[in-house]
Protein backbone atom coordinates (compact mmCIF):
# COMPACT_ATOMS: atom_id res chain seq x y z
CA UNK A 1 0.00 0.00 0.00
CA UNK A 2 1.42 2.99 -0.94
CA UNK A 3 -0.14 6.35 -0.27
CA UNK A 4 1.10 10.08 -2.02
CA UNK A 5 2.28 12.15 0.19
CA UNK A 6 4.34 14.65 -2.27
CA UNK A 7 2.21 17.68 -0.79
CA UNK A 8 3.14 17.36 2.89
CA UNK A 9 3.09 21.08 4.52
CA UNK A 10 5.22 21.19 7.18
CA UNK A 11 5.19 22.58 11.02
CA UNK A 12 4.91 26.31 11.61
CA UNK A 13 8.01 26.18 13.72
CA UNK A 14 9.67 25.10 10.13
CA UNK A 15 7.88 27.75 7.89
CA UNK A 16 6.40 30.18 10.11
CA UNK A 17 2.86 28.74 9.13
CA UNK A 18 -0.07 28.09 11.09
CA UNK A 19 -1.20 24.82 8.86
CA UNK A 20 -0.95 21.60 10.80
CA UNK A 21 1.14 19.32 8.58
CA UNK A 22 -0.88 17.19 6.26
CA UNK A 23 -0.19 13.14 7.35
CA UNK A 24 -0.93 10.64 5.27
CA UNK A 25 0.42 8.02 5.83
CA UNK A 26 -1.24 4.95 6.60
CA UNK A 27 -0.56 1.73 8.56
CA UNK A 28 -2.44 -1.59 7.57
CA UNK A 29 -1.43 -4.98 9.44
CA UNK A 30 -1.01 -7.93 7.20
CA UNK A 31 -1.80 -11.18 9.33
CA UNK A 32 0.24 -14.07 8.80
CA UNK A 33 -0.23 -16.78 11.51
CA UNK A 34 -3.15 -17.02 13.51
CA UNK A 35 -2.09 -14.81 16.14
CA UNK A 36 0.45 -12.56 14.04
CA UNK A 37 0.44 -9.70 12.14
CA UNK A 38 2.99 -6.93 10.41
CA UNK A 39 3.19 -3.50 8.93
CA UNK A 40 5.64 -3.33 5.89
CA UNK A 41 7.24 -0.15 5.33
CA UNK A 42 8.20 1.67 1.90
CA UNK A 43 11.49 0.14 0.06
CA UNK A 44 12.80 4.17 0.50
CA UNK A 45 15.44 6.41 1.91
CA UNK A 46 13.63 7.75 5.23
CA UNK A 47 11.81 11.10 4.76
CA UNK A 48 9.82 13.95 5.87
CA UNK A 49 7.74 12.51 3.45
CA UNK A 50 6.98 8.96 4.48
CA UNK A 51 7.47 9.69 8.25
CA UNK A 52 10.79 7.23 8.15
CA UNK A 53 8.28 4.70 7.49
CA UNK A 54 10.57 2.50 6.06
CA UNK A 55 11.10 -0.73 8.02
CA UNK A 56 8.82 -3.12 9.32
CA UNK A 57 7.25 -3.94 12.72
CA UNK A 58 5.06 -6.88 14.18
CA UNK A 59 3.15 -8.03 16.97
CA UNK A 60 2.22 -11.64 18.63
CA UNK A 61 -1.57 -11.32 20.43
CA UNK A 62 -1.10 -13.49 23.32
CA UNK A 63 -4.06 -14.46 25.88
CA UNK A 64 -2.38 -12.12 28.63
CA UNK A 65 -1.07 -9.03 26.39
CA UNK A 66 0.53 -8.26 22.77
CA UNK A 67 4.01 -8.74 21.99
CA UNK A 68 5.77 -6.09 19.47
CA UNK A 69 8.31 -6.55 17.60
CA UNK A 70 10.81 -2.80 16.57
CA UNK A 71 8.79 0.34 17.36
CA UNK A 72 9.08 2.03 13.62
CA UNK A 73 11.27 5.25 12.90
CA UNK A 74 9.12 8.41 14.51
CA UNK A 75 6.98 8.57 17.54
CA UNK A 76 4.06 9.37 15.08
CA UNK A 77 4.08 5.95 13.14
CA UNK A 78 3.87 4.28 16.83
CA UNK A 79 0.88 6.02 17.89
CA UNK A 80 -0.45 4.55 14.63
CA UNK A 81 0.65 1.19 15.17
CA UNK A 82 -0.52 1.24 19.08
CA UNK A 83 -3.81 2.48 17.11
CA UNK A 84 -4.03 -0.35 15.32
CA UNK A 85 -3.29 -2.92 17.75
CA UNK A 86 -6.06 -1.96 19.56
CA UNK A 87 -8.48 -2.20 16.82
CA UNK A 88 -7.84 -5.79 16.42
CA UNK A 89 -7.40 -6.68 20.23
CA UNK A 90 -8.67 -5.46 23.23
CA UNK A 91 -5.31 -6.62 25.05
CA UNK A 92 -2.12 -4.06 25.66
CA UNK A 93 0.44 -4.43 24.15
CA UNK A 94 3.10 -5.87 27.18
CA UNK A 95 6.10 -5.72 25.48
CA UNK A 96 8.58 -4.22 22.69
CA UNK A 97 11.41 -6.16 21.62
CA UNK A 98 14.43 -3.82 19.49
CA UNK A 99 15.56 -6.42 16.85
CA UNK A 100 18.91 -3.75 16.95
CA UNK A 101 19.46 0.31 17.55
CA UNK A 102 18.99 1.71 14.19
CA UNK A 103 16.83 4.89 14.00
CA UNK A 104 14.38 3.45 11.87
CA UNK A 105 13.17 0.75 14.43
CA UNK A 106 13.69 2.56 17.83
CA UNK A 107 12.59 5.98 17.58
CA UNK A 108 8.77 5.19 18.26
CA UNK A 109 9.79 3.38 21.15
CA UNK A 110 9.18 6.33 23.47
CA UNK A 111 5.18 6.16 22.85
CA UNK A 112 5.42 2.71 23.69
CA UNK A 113 6.78 2.82 27.27
CA UNK A 114 3.59 5.89 27.80
CA UNK A 115 1.38 2.97 28.07
CA UNK A 116 3.43 0.70 30.32
CA UNK A 117 5.21 -1.86 28.03
CA UNK A 118 8.40 -3.38 28.51
CA UNK A 119 11.17 -2.88 26.08
CA UNK A 120 13.50 -5.59 25.55
CA UNK A 121 17.03 -5.37 23.84
CA UNK A 122 20.32 -6.83 23.71
CA UNK A 123 23.05 -5.43 26.15
CA UNK A 124 25.20 -4.21 23.09
CA UNK A 125 22.65 -1.65 21.95
CA UNK A 126 23.82 0.17 25.55
CA UNK A 127 26.91 0.94 23.66
CA UNK A 128 24.99 2.54 21.24
CA UNK A 129 22.92 4.86 22.86
CA UNK A 130 25.87 6.11 24.89
CA UNK A 131 27.85 6.73 21.34
CA UNK A 132 28.22 10.37 19.66
CA UNK A 133 26.87 8.47 16.68
CA UNK A 134 23.45 8.03 18.16
CA UNK A 135 23.39 11.31 19.35
CA UNK A 136 24.42 13.02 16.21
CA UNK A 137 22.31 10.74 14.01
CA UNK A 138 19.26 12.27 16.57
CA UNK A 139 19.90 15.87 15.86
CA UNK A 140 20.26 14.76 12.35
CA UNK A 141 16.91 13.01 12.03
CA UNK A 142 15.11 15.96 14.10
CA UNK A 143 15.86 17.80 10.82
CA UNK A 144 15.84 14.94 7.98
CA UNK A 145 11.91 13.75 9.57
CA UNK A 146 10.33 17.26 10.67
CA UNK A 147 8.23 17.59 11.74
CA UNK A 148 7.69 13.77 12.90
CA UNK A 149 11.14 13.31 14.91
CA UNK A 150 11.45 16.77 16.56
CA UNK A 151 12.88 17.80 19.74
CA UNK A 152 10.26 15.67 21.46
CA UNK A 153 11.94 12.90 19.88
CA UNK A 154 14.43 10.93 22.47
CA UNK A 155 16.28 7.39 22.62
CA UNK A 156 14.87 4.99 24.83
CA UNK A 157 16.68 2.71 26.49
CA UNK A 158 16.01 -1.28 27.50
CA UNK A 159 14.05 -2.17 30.46
CA UNK A 160 15.76 -5.87 30.17
CA UNK A 161 18.97 -6.18 28.39
CA UNK A 162 19.44 -9.41 27.37
CA UNK A 163 22.55 -11.75 26.72
CA UNK A 164 22.93 -14.11 24.99
CA UNK A 165 19.46 -16.40 24.76
CA UNK A 166 16.30 -15.27 26.52
CA UNK A 167 12.78 -16.55 27.02
CA UNK A 168 9.63 -14.49 27.22
CA UNK A 169 6.46 -16.60 27.97
CA UNK A 170 3.57 -13.83 27.69
CA UNK A 171 -0.08 -15.85 28.53
CA UNK A 172 1.41 -19.31 27.72
CA UNK A 173 3.10 -17.97 24.62
CA UNK A 174 6.53 -18.42 24.00
CA UNK A 175 9.12 -15.99 22.07
CA UNK A 176 12.57 -17.50 22.12
CA UNK A 177 15.14 -14.43 21.94
CA UNK A 178 18.75 -14.97 20.60
CA UNK A 179 21.42 -12.27 20.08
CA UNK A 180 22.96 -13.10 16.60
CA UNK A 181 25.14 -10.14 16.58
CA UNK A 182 27.51 -9.01 15.69
CA UNK A 183 26.17 -9.22 12.11
CA UNK A 184 23.91 -6.35 10.38
CA UNK A 185 24.47 -4.28 13.92
CA UNK A 186 26.58 -5.45 16.99
CA UNK A 187 23.41 -6.18 19.00
CA UNK A 188 21.05 -7.87 16.45
CA UNK A 189 18.41 -9.71 18.20
CA UNK A 190 16.15 -12.64 16.46
CA UNK A 191 12.58 -13.62 17.89
CA UNK A 192 11.08 -17.00 17.09
CA UNK A 193 7.44 -17.91 17.94
CA UNK A 194 7.35 -21.72 17.97
CA UNK A 195 3.66 -21.64 18.37
CA UNK A 196 3.69 -19.59 15.08
CA UNK A 197 6.24 -20.85 13.35
CA UNK A 198 7.30 -17.21 13.05
CA UNK A 199 10.49 -15.97 13.21
CA UNK A 200 11.34 -12.25 13.79
CA UNK A 201 14.41 -11.16 11.76
CA UNK A 202 15.01 -7.96 12.09
CA UNK A 203 17.41 -6.28 9.43
CA UNK A 204 19.37 -10.32 8.94
CA UNK A 205 17.43 -10.34 5.79
CA UNK A 206 16.05 -7.67 3.68
CA UNK A 207 13.56 -8.37 0.64
CA UNK A 208 12.68 -6.46 -2.74
CA UNK A 209 15.96 -3.75 -1.80
CA UNK A 210 19.54 -3.33 -1.10
CA UNK A 211 20.57 -4.23 2.11
CA UNK A 212 21.86 -1.58 4.08
CA UNK A 213 25.60 -2.67 4.99
CA UNK A 214 26.59 0.06 7.06
CA UNK A 215 29.30 -0.74 9.71
CA UNK A 216 28.20 -4.56 9.79
CA UNK A 217 30.54 -7.66 10.17
CA UNK A 218 29.43 -9.22 7.34
CA UNK A 219 30.84 -12.27 8.31
CA UNK A 220 29.09 -12.43 11.01
CA UNK A 221 26.26 -11.81 9.29
CA UNK A 222 26.08 -14.75 6.75
CA UNK A 223 26.84 -17.13 10.08
CA UNK A 224 23.62 -15.40 11.58
CA UNK A 225 21.61 -16.43 8.06
CA UNK A 226 22.62 -19.90 8.47
CA UNK A 227 21.50 -20.05 12.69
CA UNK A 228 17.45 -18.92 10.77
CA UNK A 229 17.52 -21.46 8.52
CA UNK A 230 18.55 -23.93 11.46
CA UNK A 231 15.50 -23.09 12.95
CA UNK A 232 13.49 -23.75 9.92
CA UNK A 233 10.60 -21.68 10.43
CA UNK A 234 7.35 -21.46 8.16
CA UNK A 235 7.42 -17.41 8.01
CA UNK A 236 10.23 -15.02 8.14
CA UNK A 237 9.50 -11.18 9.00
CA UNK A 238 12.24 -9.41 8.03
CA UNK A 239 12.95 -5.91 8.78
CA UNK A 240 12.44 -4.65 5.61
CA UNK A 241 9.99 -5.61 2.42
CA UNK A 242 7.21 -8.48 2.32
CA UNK A 243 7.01 -11.46 4.87
CA UNK A 244 8.62 -14.58 3.66
CA UNK A 245 6.45 -18.33 2.94
CA UNK A 246 9.57 -19.44 1.72
CA UNK A 247 12.49 -18.46 3.95
CA UNK A 248 14.82 -20.60 2.77
CA UNK A 249 14.77 -19.28 -0.98
CA UNK A 250 14.21 -15.61 0.14
CA UNK A 251 16.88 -15.71 2.64
CA UNK A 252 19.12 -16.59 -0.26
CA UNK A 253 19.22 -12.85 -2.16
CA UNK A 254 20.62 -11.31 1.60
CA UNK A 255 23.07 -14.40 1.56
CA UNK A 256 23.95 -13.59 -2.16
CA UNK A 257 24.47 -10.34 -2.10
CA UNK A 258 26.82 -9.87 1.17
CA UNK A 259 28.82 -12.75 -0.34
CA UNK A 260 28.87 -10.72 -3.62
CA UNK A 261 30.45 -7.66 -2.11
CA UNK A 262 32.96 -10.16 -0.31
CA UNK A 263 33.87 -11.40 -3.35
CA UNK A 264 34.03 -8.59 -5.02
CA UNK A 265 36.30 -6.35 -2.68
CA UNK A 266 38.31 -9.17 -0.77
CA UNK A 267 41.48 -8.91 -3.45
CA UNK A 268 41.39 -5.14 -3.65
CA UNK A 269 40.78 -5.02 0.79
CA UNK A 270 43.83 -7.56 1.29
CA UNK A 271 46.65 -6.54 -1.21
CA UNK A 272 45.38 -2.90 -0.27
CA UNK A 273 44.64 -1.82 -3.88
CA UNK A 274 42.45 1.49 -4.50
CA UNK A 275 38.92 1.22 -3.75
CA UNK A 276 37.54 3.34 -6.36
CA UNK A 277 39.19 0.62 -8.49
CA UNK A 278 37.79 -2.47 -7.39
CA UNK A 279 34.57 -1.00 -7.50
CA UNK A 280 34.80 0.15 -10.83
CA UNK A 281 35.93 -3.14 -11.80
CA UNK A 282 32.52 -5.26 -10.24
CA UNK A 283 30.04 -5.89 -12.38
CA UNK A 284 26.66 -4.59 -10.54
CA UNK A 285 24.20 -5.37 -12.59
CA UNK A 286 22.53 -8.09 -10.96
CA UNK A 287 21.52 -5.24 -8.12
CA UNK A 288 21.20 -2.11 -10.18
CA UNK A 289 17.93 -2.22 -10.79
CA UNK A 290 16.57 -2.74 -7.37
CA UNK A 291 15.10 0.15 -5.23
CA UNK A 292 17.88 1.99 -3.02
CA UNK A 293 21.11 0.59 -5.33
CA UNK A 294 22.24 4.19 -5.81
CA UNK A 295 21.46 5.20 -2.53
CA UNK A 296 23.52 2.17 -0.60
CA UNK A 297 25.62 -0.08 -2.97
CA UNK A 298 28.85 1.98 -2.90
CA UNK A 299 28.47 2.68 0.39
CA UNK A 300 28.07 -0.89 1.38
CA UNK A 301 31.18 -2.33 -0.82
CA UNK A 302 33.25 0.16 0.69
CA UNK A 303 32.16 -0.74 4.43
CA UNK A 304 32.93 -4.38 3.11
CA UNK A 305 36.29 -2.93 1.85
CA UNK A 306 36.97 -1.64 5.01
CA UNK A 307 36.01 -4.36 7.56
CA UNK A 308 37.70 -7.25 5.10
CA UNK A 309 40.58 -5.43 6.16
CA UNK A 310 40.44 -5.28 9.80
CA UNK A 311 39.56 -9.00 9.67
Known amino acids: MRILVGSLIFSAAAYGQTTSPVDAIQLKPIQVAPHTYFVQGFPEMGSSANQNFISNAGFVITPKGVVVMDSLGSPVLAKKLIREIARITPQKVVAVIVSHYHADHVYGLQEFKKIGATIYAQGEGRNYLSSETAKQRLIASRIDFAPWVNDQTNLVSADVWIDQ??????????FLISRV???????????YVPSEKVLFAGDLVFRGRIPFVGNADSKGWLSALNEIERLNPDIVIPGHGNYSVQPIQDIAFTRSYLKYLRESMTSAATNLDPFEEAYQQTDWSEYEGMPLFRAANRMNAYNVYLSIQAE
Open 181 to 191: GPAHAPEDLMV
Open 165 to 174: QFKLSVGGVE
